[in-house]
Nanobody, 119 residues
Framework: QVQLVESGGGLVQPGGSLRLSCAAS????????MGWYRQAPGKQRELVAS???????INADSVKGRFTISRDNAKNTVYLQMNSLRSEDTAVYYC?????????????WGQGTQVTVSS
């Protein structure tokens, strides 16, 4: 069974920084794309950033220039460095990975980590 475990969320003041991590464990043959999504109260879940197996990245317009996604394939881990945080970045952040356990690729999600930006 594959599990994704997130860490790094918390409370930060506007203008501050946080780094989220998400590590996959279990029987893993290969990992395709990795991504971070977020969901604020009363809103739909939205893509924040994604990174392909080759390292190509996509960022939501709202986070361009402030957030950076990266991955460490040796550790099956994806990161999200968040700088210049704003109150509107407050949300539960979820990591997502497309993982093959040897038969097919399947979507996996982390449990979510709360990020609160407030003074």
């Amino acid at each position: 069974q594959v599990q994704l475990v997130e860490s790094g969320g918390g409370l930060v003041q506007p203008g501050g920084s946080l780094r989220l991590s998400c590590a996959a464990s279990g029987i893993i043959f290969s990992i395709g794309a990795m991504g971070w999504y977020r969901q604020a109260p009363g809103k739909q879940r939205e893509l924040v950033a994604s990174i392909s197996s080759g390292g190509s990245t996509i960022n939501a317009d709202s986070v361009k220039g402030r957030f950076t996604i990266s991955r460490d394939n040796a550790k099956n881990t994806v990161y999200l460095q968040m700088n210049s945080l704003r109150s509107e970045d407050t949300a539960v952040y979820y990591c997502n990975m497309i993982i093959s356990t040897g038969y097919r690729y399947t979507d996996y999600w982390g449990q979510g980590t709360q990020v609160t930006v407030s003074s």
